[in-house]
């Protein structure tokens, strides 16, 4: 009923920038916080970053400073700015949200499939 679509992930060198998308489709109510999380190899998934549908951001401490999250309630659609790629932020990158879809009155949690993000030089 629901799917979260990423794109633009890739591959790019340490130093280089990267915008990340998230558009979230299908019998949508309202869709609520959004978030960035990734995965590493051997490696626990971790928050990179959330954002309230007011706006309201929360960043993880490694990315702050260099990432930005934002998002275009109009489209349902979450952004990641990944500016001064490290290595260590090589990943697969996961989109999340909160929604509730029509006809329901509870909130669920939706994923997205993954963009694999590779910095390397």
């Known amino acids: 009923q629901v799917q979260l679509v990423e794109s633009g992930g890739g591959l790019v060198q340490p130093g280089g920038s990267l915008r990340l998308s998230c558009a979230a489709s299908?019998?949508?109510?309202?869709?609520?916080?959004m978030g960035w999380y990734r995965q590493a190899p051997g490696k626990q998934r971790e928050l990179v970053a959330r954002?309230?549908?007011?706006?309201?951001?929360n960043y993880a401490d490694s990315v702050k400073g260099r990432f930005t999250i934002s998002r275009d309630n109009s489209k349902n659609t979450v952004y990641l700015q990944m500016n001064s790629l490290k290595p260590e932020d090589m990943a697969v990158y996961y989109c999340?949200?909160?929604?509730?879809?029509?006809?329901?009155?509870?909130?669920?949690?939706?994923w997205g499939q993954g963009t694999q993000v590779t910095v390397s030089s």
């Open positions: 999340n949200a909160d929604i509730r879809t029509v006809g329901s009155y509870s909130t669920d949690k939706y």
């Open positions: 299908g019998m949508i109510f309202s869709v609520y916080q």
């Open positions: 954002i309230t549908s007011g706006h309201n951001t």
